[in-house]
């Protein structure tokens, strides 16, 4: 089946750039989303973007997107303690079924 | 890697009637399932939280009579939608912790869209 890959942990600094990476493989997404997950809480929507756009940005973050090697990554500007929890990457052709990666933990230092 | 499904993928049902969506992870045990709700373009509102063989916890504002989570085994978690009405229309996703593994680590199902008439 179609799947969504990414790793499961980036440590960083603060003050640093973070970049979180995901790859797909549904050539036909339409959508591609990033969530934010702190402990114990849902998902919170941060961003999305439509598979026809290769960059998004708002404020510290930065959506940059490879439809050709169906590359997606995310890019928080310096990065704060608060910014530490779970990233998923999810897509979804038509905003139907979704499917989404396994998370990246961003641990974020002193 | 691990898979989760879920069934039906879409489903569409008369206000009145309950409706039962079931979560399955395929090649792993899930000691946690996790429900969740989402609306178009918005972020996911974690529902509830189930453990094999325990009751499920749920998140504040979810009335647990009405949204019915069971998790009998450590492959299988169900909601039942009990007696739906058109504002329970919505995207539900679930998600799977896999045992003896970090828990932080969700494994999610492709979501079941309800309609309800």
């Known amino acids: 089946g179609e799947d969504v890959e990414q790793s499961l942990f980036l440590s960083v600094r603060e003050g640093d750039s973070s970049v979180i990476n995901c790859t797909y493989t549904d050539s036909s997404s339409t959508y591609l989303y990033w969530y934010k997950q702190e402990p114990g809480a849902g998902l919170q929507l941060l961003t999305y973007?439509?598979?026809?756009?290769d960059m998004k940005q708002d404020q510290r973050l930065t959506v940059l997107l490879n439809k050709k090697d169906k590359h997606l990554s995310l890019r928080i500007a310096d990065t704060q303690t608060g910014d530490s929890a779970i990233y998923f990457c999810a897509e979804s052709h038509n905003n139907n079924d979704m499917r989404f990666g396994a998370g990246t933990r961003l641990t974020v230092k002193p | 890697g691990a898979v989760v499904s879920q069934h039906p993928s879409r489903v569409i049902c008369k206000s009145g009637t309950s409706v039962k969506i079931e979560c399955r992870s395929l090649d792993f045990q899930a000691t946690t399932m996790f429900w969740y709700r989402q609306f178009p373009k918005q972020s996911l509102m974690l529902m509830a939280t189930?453990?094999?063989?325990?009751?499920?916890?749920?998140e504040q504002g979810v009335e647990k009579d009405k949204f019915l989570i069971n998790h009998a085994s450590l492959t299988l978690s169900t909601l039942t939608v009990t007696s739906a009405h058109p504002e329970d229309s919505s995207f539900y996703i679930c998600s799977a912790s896999e045992r003896g593994r970090n828990t932080d680590t969700q494994y999610f199902g492709p979501g079941t869209r309800l309609t309800v008439l």
């Open positions: 973007i439509f598979s026809n756009m």
């Open positions: 189930s453990n094999e063989g325990s009751k499920a916890t749920y």
